[in-house]
């Protein structure tokens, strides 16, 4: 009964067109009524409490530091290293997205903010090449979804407050899932572009290559410092963000001079915008985690696969079902926030691994910002491309599936994420 209450609060609320954050408030309420202790004042007490949280500053850093990086141009050159190493090839400028993405992921936690950014420096060229305009714009939108896979990542951080689970672990083990996720639409590419007739870019000569991989190598030196830092325990994933942040700015500023004092403030801007949706959203969902829990929901949903328990494989298969479905209607931040406080019991009760589940149901999130209807990222490619929504869904659904096929070898082989995990961590 209160699993049906929880549920049909929440989607009648977001089918009214109330904001999730709104809704999840909504769905508090609800739940304290049904429990015969409604009081408002707690509801208020559990945001203060959930919002009240130092590993959560790393998320407007992170998010500073993806704005100042496409304004300051550090994102440019890498896309223009890119083109100088594959940009010939048949094919090219597709493999030219695949490794700008998984690079651009390495530099910034926003999948929104990755796809924009290659959409707008990508798909331009594409069109004028003769390729396939509505695959292009795929590609680029199942690249943008590497952002929240690799180190740094947004996600990692909300789901490691959420879920009480090790941040800098998170960021450690999604390397190598990260990287799969590339080499499965590199391979994708290949296989649905092989035919193709588009026009091939000039070789560039060894010197332009090195210019361009000299040019890029400031931008380049930030994913290790990074991870270089967090391995060695130089710094936490907060201060890494921090100085992620200032690398950034300082970089576009004083060196490429690109970020202006008036494009930085719009960084700023956007930044601020962009943390205060996210802050409010774990606020209101920390109050309705707190109520979750207090309704005993989780084990009300454990009951229901208490059958698979006994097989990781197949709880973990049940679970990643789960969320591929609520995917298609929630987006990435509401997912992670709603399923994490009923998921994580279940997790630690069957055994998993609570860095691998992470990665994975991360991952699965980020497939839901291309999973229609909703799609996020689908509708940005759609704008900055100026390709009709319909035509960029049949475009991505080959990269889709390849996507999901890498999240079912990662079901069935934990190893491939827990073993890299450990060497890197």
Not at 190 to 196: D, E, H, I, M, P
Not at 302 to 323: G, T, Y
């Amino acid at each position: 009964m209160t699993v049906l209450l929880f549920t049909g609060a929440l989607l009648g609320t977001m089918a009214l067109g109330l904001p999730i954050a709104f809704a999840l408030l909504v769905t508090s309420g609800a739940l304290m009524w049904q429990l015969g202790a409604f009081d408002w004042q707690l509801i208020a007490l559990q945001m203060i409490n959930g919002a009240d949280s130092f590993p959560l500053l790393a998320v407007p850093f992170f998010l500073l530091a993806g704005e100042a990086m496409n304004a300051g141009g550090l994102s440019q050159r890498l896309v223009s290293f890119c083109m100088a190493l594959v940009g010939h090839r048949r094919g090219g400028l597709g493999y030219v997205a695949v490794i700008a993405a998984i690079l651009l992921a390495s530099l910034s936690g926003s999948a929104v903010a990755d796809t924009a950014a290659l959409a707008a420096m990508l798909i331009p060229v594409m069109r004028k090449a003769g390729y396939d305009l509505p695959r292009s714009a795929g590609l680029i939108a199942a690249g943008g979804i590497i952002a929240p896979v690799i180190p740094p990542s947004i996600g990692y951080i909300v789901f490691g407050v959420a879920g009480g689970v090790s941040i800098s672990r998170l960021f450690m083990a999604g390397i190598v899932p990260g990287v799969m996720m590339g080499l499965a639409l590199a391979a994708t590419w290949w296989l649905v572009s092989r035919n193709s007739d588009a026009a091939v870019l000039p070789r560039r000569s060894w010197r332009e290559a090195g210019r361009s991989m000299i040019d890029a190598t400031l931008a380049l030196v930030l994913p290790v410092i990074i991870v270089g830092g967090l391995k060695a325990g130089v710094f936490t994933p907060t201060e890494a963000a921090v100085v992620a942040a200032v690398y950034a700015i300082c970089i576009g500023m004083f060196v490429y001079r690109e970020l202006t004092p008036a494009a930085l403030y719009g960084c700023f801007l956007s930044a601020i915008r962009t943390s205060a949706a996210v802050m409010f959203l774990v606020a209101a969902a920390s109050a309705s985690a707190y109520l979750i829990a207090i309704a005993s929901i989780p084990q009300d949903i454990a009951a229901m696969l208490a059958p698979l328990r006994d097989d990781k494989i197949l709880l973990m298969a049940a679970m990643m079902l789960l969320v591929v479905i609520v995917g298609t209607a929630l987006d990435f931040i509401p997912t992670i926030l709603i399923l994490t406080p009923v998921l994580m019991p279940l997790v630690k009760s069957a055994g998993i691994d609570p860095v691998y589940f992470g990665v994975l149901f991360i991952m699965n999130n980020a497939i839901g910002l291309i999973t229609p209807p909703v799609g996020t990222v689908l509708n940005v490619v759609s704008a900055v491309g100026r390709i009709e929504l319909g035509a960029v869904i049949r475009g991505v659904t080959p990269f889709l599936i390849a996507q999901l096929l890498v999240l079912a070898l990662l079901v069935i082989w934990p190893a491939l994420v827990l073993v890299p995990a450990r060497w890197f961590y």
